[in-house]
């Protein structure tokens, strides 16, 4: 048997002429609100240019596309931009003050076997195990030399500060 393979399926149907439905609404709605703008009773300068402004909005909603998505997409995208709260902080100097305010908590020291121990160092330790594993004479280790702690501070967008630990893995 042999099936038809639809194709074009990204692209609208033309239902009115040669405009899709959505073009079709977007220039209908322009066409009454300048309609009714012209029965308000203002002036004709003035409805002529509302009406320039109301019909090319309309007609920029319904053909224009950035990389292929309606401007209606990219209009509500930016309006979402610019409506979020937003606050970005980066102070350099700044965590230094206020690492001795933040204070890490202190681990539980209970007593545990040699073997937990040595599992735990394995797994949470950066250097390698004297004993148990051997250390390479690559340039490469001097880069990977665990840094320094360093702590910042960041500001949430309700206005309150943070302090966390950095981990910077240059």
Request: overall charge positive; hydrophobic content about 50%.
């Amino acid at each position: 048997m042999q099936f038809q393979v639809p194709q074009f399926i990204e692209t609208e149907d033309k239902l009115v002429g040669p405009l899709t439905l959505r073009q079709f609404l977007y220039l209908a709605a322009g066409a009454i609100f300048i309609f009714m703008l012209y029965f308000s009773g203002v002036g004709f300068f003035i409805w002529f240019f509302v009406s320039a402004i109301i019909g090319a909005t309309a007609a920029s909603f319904a053909f224009i596309k950035v990389n292929g998505q309606p401007l209606t997409k990219i209009a509500f995208a930016a309006f979402q931009f610019f409506w979020k709260p937003r606050l970005f902080v980066w102070k350099k100097n700044e965590p230094e003050k206020y690492a001795a305010d933040f204070k890490m908590p202190a681990l539980q020291q209970s007593r545990k076997s040699p073997l937990q121990s040595l599992w735990q160092q394995l797994i949470t330790t950066k250097t390698p195990l004297f004993k148990r594993e051997k250390i390479s004479n690559l340039p490469i280790l001097e880069v990977i030399a665990p840094a320094k702690e360093k702590f910042e501070t960041v500001r949430k967008a309700t206005g309150e500060r943070e302090t966390a630990r950095r981990v910077d893995y240059r």
